[in-house]
Nanobody, 124 residues
Framework: QVQLVESGGGLVQAGGSLRLACAVSGRNFSSYVMGWFRQAPGKEREFVAVIGRSGSTRYYTDSVKGRFTISRDNAKNTVYLQMNSLKPEDTAVYYC?????????????????WGQGTQVTVSS
């Protein structure tokens, strides 16, 4: 059974940085596309970033381009989200997710396994 466990969330001031990690067990990690999504209070879950199986392909939502970086370590079965220049509007619960698709996608329905989420709060 696959398990995804996020860590690294917390409270940070605007302009600060956080690094989220998602450790995956129960599957051949390198065979799966990995993504990060977030959900703010009262809003729908939205796509943040996705990375292909080898790590060479990455996509980001426009609001985080230039500030966030997704990466993966297939030897450690872990995907990361480095978040710099954080803004109050980045406040949300962040989820990592796994997709069996061959091509990286931003569509939540393409991801069949999800973590429990980690809270990120950015104060102004």
């Amino acid at each position: 059974q696959v398990q995804l466990v996020e860590s690294g969330g917390g409270l940070v001031q605007a302009g600060g940085s956080l690094r989220l990690a998602c450790a995956v067990s129960g599957r051949n990690f390198s065979s799966y596309v990995m993504g990060w999504f977030r959900q703010a209070p009262g809003k729908e879950r939205e796509f943040v970033a996705v990375i292909g199986r080898s790590g060479s392909t990455r996509y980001y939502t426009d609001s985080v381009k230039g500030r966030f970086t997704i990466s993966r370590d297939n030897a450690k079965n872990t995907v990361y989200l480095q978040m710099n220049s954080l803004k109050p509007e980045d406040t949300a619960v962040y989820y990592c997710a796994q997709s069996g698709r061959v091509v990286p996608t931003a569509t939540p329905h393409a991801f069949d396994s999800w973590g429990q989420g980690t809270q990120v709060t950015v104060s102004s």
